[in-house]
T-cell receptor
């Protein structure tokens, strides 16, 4: 079974540019999550999709971040315009049951560097 | 709010040394506790978990015991290997979808 796939694995962009991160969840997982780890700090929750609907976006830092999940399959996280403080590792995860956490699986992350 | 605190790294050990990575938590209710590991170039992998007080989670020689009285979930391994070099994250989760992680502890094991 394929795991959660994220790409690109690394991205280096200049301040002010736009970057789009993609996440392909495990097939059949309706629940998809984004997390972020800023350098040296904890991994923080950003948002939760159930199929194509945003259930909780309480962790999104500001309106420069836009997450979508068209058709309830893969998801994208766009940062526009990127700032230096957006640098970090962005993790995606998916699961079957959000309550029990059954099958909760993380991807390998996208390392974003804004220069 | 709920939070997790773990010891800062990096932790550098020689092969076959004993490992302890401290983790304490603050939470209302009865969270489940987890240790995740990230090996170089790979994703976050669940290492072990415990769902209630006094439970011991174990996997690959690693162990951690859910101590409610000290609000702790310290990770231990009796004899580390070079292949254990990774970043270890302590986390909690209540009966919900949202994990709360600590800052991570990098472990480096030297041959």
């Amino acid at each position: 079974e394929a795991g959660v796939t994220q790409f690109p694995s690394h991205s280096v962009i200049e301040k002010g540019q736009t970057v789009t991160l993609r996440c392909d969840p495990i097939s059949g997982h309706d629940n998809l999550y984004w997390y972020r780890r800023v350098m040296g700090k904890e991994i923080k929750f950003l948002l939760h999709f159930v199929k194509e609907s945003k259930q909780d976006e309480s962790g999104m830092p500001n309106n420069r971040f836009l997450a979508e999940r068209t058709g309830g399959t893969y998801s994208t996280l766009k940062v526009q315009p990127a700032e230096l403080e957006d640098s970090g590792v962005y993790f995606c995860a998916s699961s079957q049951d959000p309550g029990t956490g059954d099958g909760y699986t993380f991807g390998s992350g996208t390392r974003l560097t804004v220069v | 709010g709920d939070s997790v605190t773990q010891m800062e790294g990096p932790v550098t050990l020689s092969e076959e040394a004993f490992l302890t990575i401290n983790c304490t938590y603050t939470a209302t209710g009865y969270p489940s506790l987890f240790w995740y590991v990230q090996y170089p170039g790979e994703g976050l992998q669940l290492l072990l978990k415990a769902t209630k007080a006094d439970d011991k989670g174990s996997n690959k020689g690693f162990e951690a015991t859910y101590r409610k009285e000290t609000t702790s979930f310290h990770l231990e391994k009796g004899s580390v290997q070079v292949s254990d070099s990774a970043v270890y994250f302590c986390a909690l989760r209540k009966r919900t979808y949202k994990y709360i992680f600590g800052t991570g502890t990098r472990l480096k094991v030297l041959a």
